[in-house]
C-alpha cells in the first residue's frame, strides 16, 4: 500500500518562505519522479514541480522558477519543496505525488502530471497579502 506523510503547510506572508516536506512509501516503480501539484481555490489542479530519483533532474512550472525548489533526501525516500517568495496567488492545497517515469522517455512536469499515480491527502498552503 501506498503511503504518505506530509508536512509543512501553513499560513505567511507574501514575500515568507515555507519548505514541504512528503516522506512517500510502499510502491516498488524501477524509477520515479516524485513531486508537487496544487489546487488553487475554485481552480483546476496545476502540477507544480518534481524530481526524477534516477538522476535527480528537477522541473517547475514557469511561476514559480527562481521561487521554489525541490529536492530528495539521500535516502530517497523523502523529498521536500522549498518555497520562497511566496505570493497570494500561490494559495492552494498541495499535493505530493509519484509517477512511475517509465512510459516516457523525455520526461517533462507535463509527463508528471499525464502520469500520476498516487497522492497524499494535501497540505494547505495559504499566503496572505
Known amino acids: 500500500e501506498v503511503h504518505f506523510v506530509e508536512s509543512g503547510g501553513g499560513l505567511v506572508q507574501a514575500g515568507g518562505s515555507l519548505r514541504l516536506s512528503c516522506a512517500a512509501s510502499?510502491?516498488?516503480?524501477?524509477?520515479?519522479?516524485i513531486g508537487w501539484f496544487r489546487q488553487p481555490p475554485t481552480k483546476e489542479r496545476e502540477v507544480v514541480s518534481c524530481?526524477?530519483?534516477?538522476?535527480?533532474?528537477?522541473y517547475y512550472k514557469d511561476s514559480v522558477k527562481g521561487r521554489f525548489a525541490v529536492s530528495i533526501a539521500n535516502d530517497k525516500d523523502t523529498a521536500y519543496l522549498q518555497m520562497n517568495g511566496l505570493k497570494p496567488e500561490d494559495t492552494a492545497v498541495y499535493y505530493c505525488?509519484?509517477?512511475?517515469?517509465?512510459?516516457?522517455?523525455?520526461?517533462?512536469?507535463?509527463?508528471?502530471?499525464?502520469?500520476?499515480?498516487?497522492w497524499g491527502q494535501g497540505t494547505p498552503v495559504t499566503v496572505s497579502s
Open positions: 505525488a509519484v509517477a512511475p517515469t517509465t512510459y516516457e522517455s523525455n520526461w517533462s512536469l507535463t509527463a508528471f502530471g499525464r502520469f500520476l499515480e498516487h
Open positions: 524530481i526524477v530519483k534516477s538522476d535527480g533532474t528537477t
Open positions: 510502499g510502491f516498488t516503480y524501477d524509477d520515479y519522479a
